[in-house]
């Protein structure tokens, strides 16, 4: 029952009763003369009733206090008022049997008012004078705020050169005081602008950072609580900078860093890839802070652009891309006539005709030519090779290496040119190259055109002094390092599978390479010499003519 309720219900008890005593009356037979002293005790006013206290201030939680309503008056009943309003009673308030002691235990913050007592009598209802209750409580646990600021961890960061204001909020009575400690203080600062709840600091730096320390007191309770707070103070941030490694990067280096350079150290940090946030792999780490990005078994296509990106909660700044220059190659090597994309194994050419031929390899940086005919000492380099007018003595095997002087690698290829037309006749050398393999047949089943001696290294001689001896050897593609200076082949070498073109990824002829020894006799348009065996000194006679 509300307390306007509960007035409203004494006001109709008492009026009822009024009405009661109003209408009844005794039969005239049965009427009694009144005694004028009875009427004149029935028609006596009540008197005020005092109201008192144990204490009038009392601390939440420890102290109990008891309200007494002291009156003559009897066969009255006891109402007790609160802040104007009936009392409504609750489990930590008891009231006596005869209403006129009201205990709170303990009391509380909100039994904080004024209070009264009623006397109610028959026709008639009077209160006491009130009486005041003050309950000290607080101050209660607190907290320090910051405005603008952003919660990290048990942190607080501001963006450098904002005005901050600090301030703490909590319940009291009477009203706590507050002292301020700030950073790198050993003592307490107490002037008026540090003891109220909140101060502000304008363009703020990092020489404010630190932890804050308010200690919010209340004489009257004896109690206080201590609020902490970790300040930092963020920089604005500034672009930056992606460091490229201080080394030549090669293909197929086994790591390769690259350093993300900020004055932010409390800045987080991450990496873009081609415009795309990086994300971790084998091949690409970063480091626990993401301020080093390393790359494992860099390959050609590792060039980028990288950037990274340092950030906060207030704004994020990208560095410039930085793109990296990756030496590789050079790769297989393609000999093509002229500017065709058709690579060739054998070229066949009119005689006095002009002849292109155009090496390729992807390199990078781009690769060094050279070119070499075999038999030959002849060596030119660029890209292109350029004969204007051919004749039988451009016939041969015609080799090109690519060279990459930071990768130091290099890999070659081989094209068979063939001159045809009137008066490209064979040289000497390729003469003795077809009879010889023409011999190789027949020796053993006839033995025509040719007769087999043995002469000792020291015997006589037909040869005359300025015999030219030739040696016929397998033509190789190199690959890896170029060979060492001046390893050529003589213009009259001949191998026994030289129109077989060479590449850099055909494997080397295993075994050991036969070597066959000519030379050539007075007149040297009649007759060769070829050693057979050169262990016993064993020559076999050609004549060219049979």
Same mark, same amino acid.
């Given at each position: 029952?509300?307390?306007?309720?509960? @007035?409203?219900?004494r006001w109709?008890?008492?009026?009822?009763s009024?009405?009661?005593l109003?209408?009844?009356?005794l039969?005239?037979?049965?009427?009694?003369?009144p005694d004028?002293?009875?009427?004149? %005790?029935t @028609?006596?006013?009540?008197?005020?009733?005092?109201?008192?206290?144990?204490?009038?201030?009392?601390i939440?939680?420890k102290?109990n206090?008891?309200f007494?309503c002291?009156?003559?008056?009897?066969?009255?009943?006891?109402?007790?008022v609160?802040?104007?309003?009936?009392?409504?009673l609750?489990?930590?308030?008891?009231?006596s049997?005869?209403?006129k002691?009201l205990?709170?235990?303990?009391?509380? @913050?909100?039994d904080t008012?004024t209070y009264?007592?009623?006397?109610?009598?028959?026709?008639?209802?009077?209160?006491?004078?009130?009486?005041?209750l003050?309950v000290?409580?607080?101050?209660?646990?607190?907290?320090?705020k910051v405005?603008?600021?952003v919660p990290n961890g048990?942190?607080?960061e501001?963006?450098?050169?904002?005005?901050?204001?600090?301030s %703490?909020?909590t319940?009291?009575?009477?009203?706590a005081?507050?002292l301020w400690?700030?950073p790198?203080d050993?003592?307490?600062?107490?002037?008026?602008?540090?003891?109220?709840?909140t101060f502000?600091?304008?363009?703020?730096? !990092?020489?404010?950072?630190g932890t804050?320390s308010c200690?919010v007191?209340?004489?009257a309770?004896?109690?206080?609580?201590?609020a902490?707070l970790?300040?930092? %103070?963020?920089?604005?941030?500034t672009?930056?900078?992606?460091m490229?490694?201080n080394?030549?990067?090669?293909?197929?280096?086994?790591?390769?860093?690259l350093?993300?350079?900020t004055?932010?150290? !409390?800045?987080?940090?991450?990496w873009?890839?081609?415009?795309q946030l990086?994300?971790p792999?084998?091949h690409?780490?970063?480091?626990?802070?993401?301020?080093?990005?390393?790359?494992h078994g860099?390959?050609r296509?590792?060039?980028?652009?990288?950037?990274?990106?340092?950030?906060?909660?207030?704004?994020?700044?990208?560095?410039?891309?930085?793109k990296?220059?990756?030496?590789y190659?050079p790769d !297989?090597?393609?000999?093509t006539?002229?500017?065709?994309s058709e690579v060739v194994?054998?070229?066949?050419a009119?005689?006095n005709?002009?002849?292109?031929?155009?090496?390729w390899?992807e390199?990078?940086?781009?690769a060094?030519?050279?070119?070499t005919?075999?038999p030959s000492?002849? %060596?030119?380099?660029?890209?292109?090779?350029?004969?204007?007018?051919?004749?039988?003595?451009?016939q041969?095997?015609?080799?090109?290496?690519a060279?990459?002087?930071?990768?130091?690698?290099?890999?070659?290829a081989s094209?068979?040119? @063939?001159?045809?037309?009137?008066g490209s006749s064979?040289s000497g050398?390729a003469?003795?190259?077809i009879i010889?393999g023409i011999?190789?047949?027949?020796?053993l089943?006839?033995?025509?055109g040719?007769?087999?001696?043995?002469?000792?290294?020291?015997?006589?001689s037909r !040869?005359?002094?300025?015999?030219p001896t030739?040696?016929?050897?397998?033509?190789t593609?190199e690959?890896?390092?170029?060979?060492?200076?001046?390893?050529?082949?003589?213009?009259?070498s001949?191998?026994?599978?030289?129109?077989?073109?060479?590449?850099?990824?055909?494997?080397d002829t295993q075994?050991?390479i036969?070597?066959?020894?000519m030379r050539?006799?007075d007149?040297?348009?009649?007759?060769?010499?070829?050693?057979?065996?050169?262990e016993?000194?064993?020559?076999?006679?050609?004549n060219?003519?049979?």
């Open positions: 029952m509300g307390s306007a309720d509960l @007035r409203g219900h109709a008890e008492l009026l009822l009024a009405s009661l109003t209408v009844w009356s039969p005239a037979a049965a009427q009694l003369t004028a002293n009875l009427l004149k %005790v @028609r006596k006013s009540l008197a005020k009733p005092t109201i008192s206290v144990s204490q009038g201030t009392a939440e939680h102290e206090v008891t007494y002291g009156t003559k008056d009897v066969n009255i009943t006891i109402y007790w609160s802040n104007n309003q009936p009392l409504v609750h489990e930590r308030m008891q009231l049997t005869d209403g002691t205990t709170i235990f303990p009391v509380q @913050r909100e008012g009264q007592c009623e006397v109610w009598g028959v026709l008639q209802v009077i209160s006491s004078d009130p009486t005041f003050v000290n409580y607080g101050p209660d646990p607190v907290r320090i405005e603008p600021g048990e942190a607080v501001v963006i450098e050169g904002s005005n901050v204001t600090f %703490v909020e319940q009291s009575h009477p009203p005081a507050y400690v700030f790198n050993s003592k307490p600062i107490t002037s008026s602008f540090l003891t109220a709840s502000t600091i304008y363009a703020v730096s !990092r020489e404010h950072e804050y200690l007191s209340n004489s309770t004896q109690l206080s609580h201590l902490t970790k300040f930092h %103070v963020l920089e604005r941030l672009k930056p900078c992606v490229p490694p080394q030549t990067l090669i293909e197929n280096a086994s790591l390769v860093a350093t993300c350079q004055t932010h150290e !409390r800045a987080a940090a991450q873009f890839l081609r415009g990086l994300l792999s084998k690409l780490v970063l480091s626990a802070d993401n301020r080093t990005l390393a790359i860099l390959q296509n590792d060039t980028g652009p990288y950037e990274c990106e340092v950030w906060n909660w207030s704004s994020r700044v990208r560095s410039d891309p930085l990296l220059n990756i030496s190659g !297989r090597v393609d000999i006539r002229g500017s065709t194994n054998t070229i066949r009119e005689l005709s002009s002849l292109t031929l155009q090496c390899a390199s990078q940086p781009d060094e030519f050279h070119w005919l075999e000492t002849s %060596v030119c380099t660029g890209e292109q090779l350029v004969i204007e007018a051919l004749t039988s003595e451009h041969g095997i015609y080799s090109c290496t060279f990459n002087s930071l990768t130091q690698l290099a890999r070659s094209v068979l040119v @063939r001159v045809i037309g009137p064979l050398g003469i003795a190259g010889i011999l190789a047949v027949t020796a089943a006839t033995g025509l040719c007769f087999l001696y043995i002469r000792n290294a020291k015997g006589p !040869r005359t002094t300025e015999e030739y040696e016929a050897t397998t033509p593609s690959e890896g390092h170029l060979a060492e200076p001046g390893r050529t082949l003589g213009w009259h001949l191998s026994l599978d030289w129109c077989m073109p060479m590449y850099a990824n055909v494997p075994g050991q036969q070597v066959i020894k050539t006799l007149p040297p348009e009649q007759f060769y010499e070829v050693l057979v065996n050169p016993h000194n064993m020559y076999c006679q050609i060219p003519f049979i």
